[in-house]
């Protein structure tokens, strides 16, 4: 959840400087994995009056209060607390179009295999371009499915836990984990990686919801 506060003073005295304050608070608060919230916009007006002190005067002000909130699971996209890994140019365009897919809660297979087959092909003698290969073939491996992951349990009912004591989305979920990995692991070692280190980093970094499904992808 982001808070913004934007709060903007004007003197009542056209001759004296315009004063202009913007205060932004921005905090995060997590809900429940059963809210499924795409947007909620919330405009408060109201205003003042302020008194300012001086040395020598004490000058009115008019304040008009802006409060603004809005809190965003989704436009297109739901958020979630993933941050998009800061990749080179070379791949900064493909992998975005890759992260997108993932936000609307679509597997980026296509957009993945874009990434990491530009990725092959700049693999060379250049320790610092093999480098950002290896980081990008990873932001699909391992973050891209994570930020799908938060996304497909924020919709409809897939959060929900059955009598199986699991979300109601985790039989899809698994199969669409699965398919993910498979499609991704026989790359792996091209860029200096292990499909188990893969694998177990993207267990320890999902969430609670996804987490009950206990997908075993070794």
């Not at 003073?9 to 304050?21: A, G």
């Not at 008019?62 to 297109?76: D, E, F, Q, R, Y």
């Not at 950002?132 to 499915?145: F, G, P, S, T």
């Not at 699991?166 to 039989?171: F, H, L, R």
Request: net charge neutral; charged share 25%.
């Amino acid at each position: 959840m982001q808070v913004h506060f934007y709060c903007y003073e004007k003197r009542l005295n056209d001759d004296q400087e315009k004063i202009k304050l913007i205060l932004i608070i921005k905090t995060q608060a997590t809900f429940s994995d059963k809210i499924s919230l795409l947007k909620i916009s919330l405009l408060y007006f109201t205003s003042k009056e302020l008194f300012y002190k001086g040395k020598h005067m004490k000058n009115k002000l008019k304040t008009l209060l802006i409060l603004t909130m809005s809190v965003g699971l989704s436009g297109l996209s739901l958020a979630d607390d993933n941050i998009k890994p800061n990749l080179s140019k070379t791949y900064q365009d493909s992998y975005q179009a890759a992260w997108d897919k993932a936000g609307e809660g679509e597997l980026p297979v296509y957009e993945c295999t874009r990434v990491v087959t530009t990725a092959s092909k700049m693999l060379s003698e250049k320790e610092e371009t093999n480098i950002e290969a290896q980081q990008a073939y990873k932001a699909c491996y391992v973050d891209a499915i994570l930020h799908y992951t938060d996304t497909y349990f924020k919709l409809r009912d897939n959060s929900t836990i059955g009598e199986d004591a699991k979300p109601n989305g985790c039989s899809l979920y698994s199969r669409y984990l699965k398919g993910h990995v498979i499609s991704l692991e026989a790359y792996a070692e091209r860029f200096d990686l292990t499909v188990n280190d893969l694998n177990n980093e993207i267990h320890e970094k999902l969430l609670d919801t996804a987490s009950l499904c206990k997908v075993d992808l070794n």
